[in-house]
C-alpha cells in the first residue's frame, strides 16, 4: 500500500524558513514525481511545482520559483519542501502528491499546515 | 496559465439525486483532466482521470466526460457519503492549474 506521511504543523515568523517532509511507503520516489500542492484556508487547491526525484528536475509555478525549493532524497525515500522568506499570505495546508509529469495525482500526504506569524 | 472555471460554486440535491459540475478550460486541454474529491479537512482523492477513467475503488456512480474545452462530473444516485468539495484539475500543461471547487451539500 502506497502511503505519503508528511511532517507535523509548523509555526513560522515572517521572514524566516520552514522545511517540509514527505515520506513516502510503498512505492520508490525515484520511479515517480513528486508534486506539493497548497490550499490556503476555505481556498481551492493550488500546484506549487514537481521534483523527479531520480535526477533533482525541478518545475515551478512562476509565483513559487522564489518561495519554495523542492528536493528528494531517495535513499530514504522522502520528498522535501523549503519556504523560505515567510509571509502571513504564506499559511495554509501544504500537500505532497504523486503522479506523473504532467499527471494526475493519484496518492496524497495528509497535509502540513504551516501558520505564519508573530 | 491555462485557467479553469468551475461551476456551480455550490450545489444542493437531494439523495438519490444525479448532479453535473462542469468545468471549463480556457484553451484546448486535450483531455488531461482529473476530478477530486476532498472532504472537510482530508486531503483531495482522486476519482478520475483522463477525463472518463475511474479510478481504482471509486464507485461507479462517478463518470466524467468532456473534450477540448469543455469537461463534466457526473454523480449518479447521490448518496450521503458524496457531501464533499469537488475540483478540476488540467495537467495537460504546467503549472497544473485547479478550478475554484464545488461545495457539494445535501438538500
Known amino acids: 500500500e502506497v502511503q505519503l506521511q508528511q511532517s507535523g504543523a509548523e509555526l513560522g515568523k515572517p521572514g524566516t524558513s520552514v522545511k517540509l517532509s514527505c515520506k513516502v511507503s510503498?512505492?520508490?520516489?525515484?520511479?515517480?514525481?513528486m508534486h506539493w500542492v497548497n490550499q490556503r484556508p476555505g481556498k481551492g487547491l493550488e500546484w506549487i511545482g514537481r521534483?523527479?526525484?531520480?535526477?533533482?528536475?525541478?518545475i515551478y509555478a512562476e509565483k513559487f520559483k522564489t518561495k519554495a525549493t523542492l528536493t528528494a532524497d531517495t535513499s530514504s525515500n522522502t520528498a522535501y519542501m523549503q519556504l523560505s522568506q515567510l509571509k502571513s499570505d504564506d499559511t495554509a495546508i501544504y500537500f505532497c502528491?504523486?503522479?506523473?509529469?504532467?499527471?494526475?495525482?493519484?496518492?496524497w500526504g495528509q497535509g502540513t499546515l504551516v501558520t505564519v506569524s508573530s | 496559465d491555462i485557467q479553469m472555471t468551475q461551476s456551480p460554486a455550490s450545489l444542493s440535491a437531494s439523495l438519490g439525486e444525479t448532479v453535473t459540475i462542469e468545468c471549463r478550460a480556457s484553451?484546448?486541454?486535450?483531455?488531461?483532466l482529473a476530478w477530486y474529491q476532498q472532504k472537510p479537512g482530508k486531503s483531495p482523492q482522486l476519482l478520475i482521470y483522463?477525463?472518463?477513467s475511474l479510478h481504482t475503488g471509486v464507485p461507479s456512480r462517478f463518470s466524467g466526460s468532456g473534450s477540448g474545452t469543455q469537461y463534466s462530473l457526473k454523480i449518479n444516485s447521490l448518496q450521503s457519503e458524496d457531501v464533499a468539495s469537488y475540483f478540476c484539475?488540467?495537467?495537460?500543461?504546467?503549472?497544473?492549474?485547479f478550478g475554484a471547487g464545488t461545495k457539494l451539500e445535501l438538500k
Open positions: 502528491a504523486m503522479g506523473g509529469t504532467p499527471g494526475w495525482f493519484a496518492y
Open positions: 510503498g512505492y520508490n520516489i525515484g520511479n515517480t514525481y
Open positions: 521534483i523527479d526525484p531520480a535526477n533533482g528536475n525541478t
Open positions: 484553451e484546448d486541454i486535450y483531455n488531461g
Open positions: 483522463n477525463t472518463n
Open positions: 484539475q488540467q495537467y495537460y500543461d504546467y503549472p497544473n492549474t
